[in-house]
């Protein structure tokens, strides 16, 4: 069973927008992560916030986490073409070593 | 450095024939993951190594699916009786730690017919 699922399923925007992405998830984490995926490539690693942590930033990315809500977002600012690729959250478990459990995806097109 | 290699890219194979899938993960990562994905999905875990033992096997789906990792390095993921739900690409992963970040490799597509 997926234990993140995103919402949307699906993003269109244009160049220059920012785009937002949700993750919720069931059960208590360690971590969770995000991952990005180019069409026909394996996953990237973005960004992974603990679970003690409330906010991250990398470059044009910044990650949210609620846990009280087992909740989380990536927002990417000022989009470009070549940010269009599906994202993944992925969550790490508590107690069961490393294990990541990913979502469905959300599929991010950045129109230029 | 080299990332993750795994090879073959793709592999087309008759239902119930044997396959082996080859993951060169990048030198000096302890711990080796083996995922699948299917056409708009997110990737499942299959199969977890520490090294040279599967620290968590849980999601290997039955006994026709089995991986190896006997020197701590490379891993072959073999699937006996292949069947067409078993087509998908079949992604490797390694990591430096068991809490650090997965790289992946780019997959072997399984195309079962």
């Known amino acids: 069973s997926q234990q993140g699922e995103e919402d949307p399923q699906a993003l269109s925007i244009q160049e220059g927008e920012n785009a937002t992405m949700n993750c919720s998830y069931k059960?208590?984490?360690?971590?969770l992560q995000w991952y990005r995926q180019n069409s026909g490539r394996g996953l990237v690693h973005l960004i992974l916030?603990?679970?003690?942590?409330r906010e991250k930033h990398s470059g044009r990315l910044r990650v949210t986490l609620d846990t009280s809500k087992k909740s989380s977002s990536l927002l990417i600012t000022a989009s470009r073409a070549a940010d269009t690729a599906s994202y993944f959250c992925?969550?790490?478990?508590?107690?069961?070593?490393?294990?990541?459990?990913f979502g469905e995806g959300t599929q991010l097109t950045v129109n230029p | 450095g080299a990332g993750v290699s795994q090879t073959p890219s793709n592999k087309v194979t008759e239902k119930g024939k044997y396959v082996e899938l080859r993951c060169d993960p990048i030198?000096?990562?302890?711990?080796l993951y083996w995922y699948r994905q299917s056409l708009g999905q997110g990737p499942e875990f299959l199969i977890y190594?520490?090294?040279?033992?599967?620290?968590?096997d849980s999601g290997l789906p039955n006994d026709r699916f089995f991986a190896v990792r006997p020197e701590g390095s490379v891993s072959t993921l073999k699937i006996q009786r292949t069947e067409r739900g078993d087509s998908a690409v079949y992604l490797c992963?390694?990591?430096?730690?068991?809490?650090?970040?997965?790289?992946f490799g780019n997959g072997t597509r399984l195309t079962v017919t």
């Open positions: 992963a390694s990591s430096l730690t068991a809490d650090s970040p997965l790289h």
């Open positions: 916030i603990r679970s003690n942590e």
């Open positions: 059960t208590s984490i360690n971590n």
């Open positions: 030198s000096g990562h302890t711990a």
């Open positions: 992925a969550t790490g478990p508590e107690t069961s070593g490393s294990r990541l459990t």
């Open positions: 190594f520490q090294g040279t033992g599967a620290a968590d």
